[in-house]
């Protein structure tokens, strides 16, 4: 089985999750057929797909019309008829086993001998579901997180008897449809993100029913002094206070008491009007809602908690179910957070968090605060984090990059995407690192041209995290002007492809780089001021330089958001170009810079970007010494006997 097999992919169930997947995998090509059991239901399903599909296309989000991707699904109540063709299924029904169990013995029966039997559920056991069939091997898990549209997230996870021919043509199919898949190599209750997430909510219930915390302080220290995108009461609220309370009493697991009251009286969070919050009921009312402040941070114990998580990490890695990079890219794209645990353990670091785990497992006896194997033997070699050298990742002679997707191709272009597409790439303190340390680290010698990019299609950089700022003191702020000084200062033709949101500290790189070419639509601005701050990374010089001191006051004062054809109007950007005709213009100006001299190239930013800073007459003395030096070179040589022999020069740098 490969993935060149799949052709036509069955979706069984037209909820959230199947018609959501059913969208997906059209918009990626595919032949789809959703089913349910009720016309009426898959009829909703469709509409639903219909509203989504069009609204994309309007945004520009899908690359053909909405009347082209509509065309490739089709809807049916009957299941054989629904899977009989299929080379992929894929199961979306109620998190049931027995209907899933149910459905995956007719399946079994119609579906073709060949064919990718796979199950949506979030925890439930894959070798179970498998054992309904009589090819267990075929059978995989595919976990989309909700919405499956917008979530770029799928654990492909395997049973006890799944194949790895099966499991390996599942990830290859879900990078097909332009999702990120991680390998959950082992059939664990959880899998691998809610095995490390759901403690994030747990263990502050915990505390809050022991009279260890309230509410507001917990979510309030958790937001505004680690970053997390929310609290923990917060996101039992916004997910479901049942979804966690199941997740634990289907594994037999204690349930801490304040979950259980809310579960018994419905009061299950945001869907019902009240859980740990009161949202009101719709209409006018007294409720607040999330109610916690910066002021309400403090008197919480978050290492309590990111120990519990941390050491489930490490009991995943233990135990061959994930790597450190699965379990982190798990936990960024599929609970949003603003790191992976494994990166974190190895900050704080590993030693504190046994320290911890250990002090908590003496005072309360929980087996949730047993150190894992894995994470003692770290410990025990001295592996406890960043600081020394080694921890869940190695530091020593190969730093891993977390947020930067970088190759140096054959003809010397350095492409580097900044990679935190489920924060629309926005800048942490560790991805301003990455950068400054691959322009530090790389062999100038072999670049010819540096190129910026967004990951994803929806932003360059949306600016920089802000939660970062909140978490941390002023003084051990990385200086963002810094980084972007080195990205100035660089060696060689630098490029800002900027397809998206270029906002905050995402046009402060962009402005750092010596062109920039944005497609049209996309939105260049510096929204700072907004946020009671303006910007650190050079914007208020660099901005002046290229547009004058009015528009710059402007842009920065009101925190003007304009559009590429503006920005070009305004002398931002180089260009801005039609998305059909962008990827050929980043390529014709890149061909360019490939095949300049790059002493020559060295010496014209240098002039330029230092003569800015003096006098005309210190500038053009600048400009003719570096002109006289370049007489010497060969490269000028090679040019003008390329000129005198009609053909193109073949610089080397010499």
């Not at 982190?328 to 992976?340: A, H, I, K, Y």
Request: net charge negative.
């Amino acid at each position: 089985m490969t993935i060149d097999t799949v052709r036509r992919v069955a979706v069984l169930g037209a909820g959230s999750m199947g018609h959501g997947i059913a969208e997906v995998a059209a918009i990626g090509g595919y032949d789809v057929t959703m089913r349910d059991l009720e016309e009426d239901l898959v009829d909703e399903g469709y509409e639903n797909i219909e509203w989504s599909v069009e609204k994309l296309a309007e945004k520009g989000r899908i690359d053909e019309s909405s009347e082209d991707v509509l065309e490739r699904i089709e809807t049916t109540t009957d299941l054989p008829e629904a899977v009989s063709d299929a080379d992929l299924v894929i199961e979306a029904v109620p998190e049931q086993m027995e209907i899933k169990r149910d459905t995956f013995s007719t399946v079994d029966e119609h579906a073709p001998d060949h064919a990718i039997l796979a199950s949506n559920t979030s925890s439930l056991s894959i070798s179970e579901i498998a054992m309904a069939t009589d090819r267990p091997e075929q059978v995989i898990g595919l976990h989309f997180f909700n919405p499956p549209v917008k979530m770029d997230l799928v654990e492909v996870i395997r049973g006890e008897a799944t194949s790895e021919e099966y499991a390996q043509a599942g990830y290859e199919w879900v990078e097909s449809v332009d999702k990120t898949p991680i390998h959950v190599r082992k059939d664990v209750h959880g899998f691998v993100v809610n095995t490390v997430l759901v403690p994030f909510m747990e263990e502050a219930a915990w505390m809050l029913s022991n009279d260890e915390t309230d509410i507001q302080t917990a979510d309030a220290t958790m937001v505004y002094e680690r970053g997390y995108p929310m609290g923990p009461f917060e996101l039992n609220d916004f997910g479901g206070i049942d979804i966690g309370y199941h997740f634990r009493d289907a594994s037999d697991q204690p349930v801490p008491p304040a979950v259980a009251e809310k579960v018994e009286n419905e009061n299950l969070g945001k869907k019902t009007g009240k859980g740990f919050y009161d949202y009101g009921d719709g209409e006018a009312s007294d409720a607040d809602g999330v109610d916690y402040g910066p002021s309400d941070a403090g008197d919480f114990d978050a290492l309590r908690t990111e120990a519990v998580m941390i050491n489930n990490a490490a009991w995943l890695i233990g135990n061959d179910v994930a790597t450190p990079e699965e379990i982190d890219t798990g936990l960024r794209l599929g609970g949003s957070f603003p790191e992976g645990m494994c990166r974190r353990g190895d900050r704080v670091g590993l030693d504190a968090v046994l320290e911890k785990l250990e002090s908590l497992h003496e005072e309360y006896g929980a087996d949730r605060y047993e150190p894992s194997d894995y994470l003692v033997e770290l410990v025990e070699e001295g592996h406890t984090g960043e600081d020394a050298g080694k921890g869940f990742y190695d530091y020593r002679t190969d730093p891993p990059y977390h947020y930067l997707d970088w190759e140096l191709t054959d003809d010397g272009v350095l492409d580097v995407a900044l990679d935190r597409q489920e924060r629309l790439n926005s800048m942490s303190e560790d991805m301003f690192a990455e950068i400054d340390r691959l322009l530090t680290d790389v062999d100038v010698d072999e670049v010819s041209c540096v190129v910026f990019s967004g990951a994803g299609d929806r932003a360059f950089s949306s600016g920089a995290d802000i939660t970062g700022f909140t978490a941390g003191e002023p003084v051990d702020i990385m200086d963002p002007d810094d980084v972007f000084t080195t990205v100035y200062e660089f060696d060689r033709p630098t490029v800002a492809k900027i397809d998206g949101f270029c906002l905050g500290a995402g046009i402060e790189l962009a402005l750092a780089c010596d062109i920039r070419i944005g497609k049209e639509g996309s939105t260049i601005g510096t929204p700072e001021t907004d946020l009671g701050l303006i910007p650190g990374g050079g914007a208020t010089q660099r901005l002046v330089r290229l547009v004058g001191e009015n528009r710059a006051k402007e842009m920065v004062f009101r925190g003007l958001k304009i559009g590429a054809e503006e920005a070009e109007e305004w002398g931002i950007l180089n260009h801005a170009v039609a998305e059909d005709e962008f990827e050929d213009v980043v390529d014709d100006v890149v061909s360019d810079l490939v095949s300049g001299p790059p002493v020559a190239l060295k010496a014209a930013k240098q002039v330029i970007n230092e003569g800015q800073e003096t006098s005309l007459d210190a500038g053009l003395s600048m400009e003719k010494q570096s002109f006289a030096l370049l007489t010497t070179t060969d490269d000028m040589l090679e040019g003008v006997t390329a000129f005198r022999e009609n053909r193109d020069p073949e610089f080397t740098g010499e």
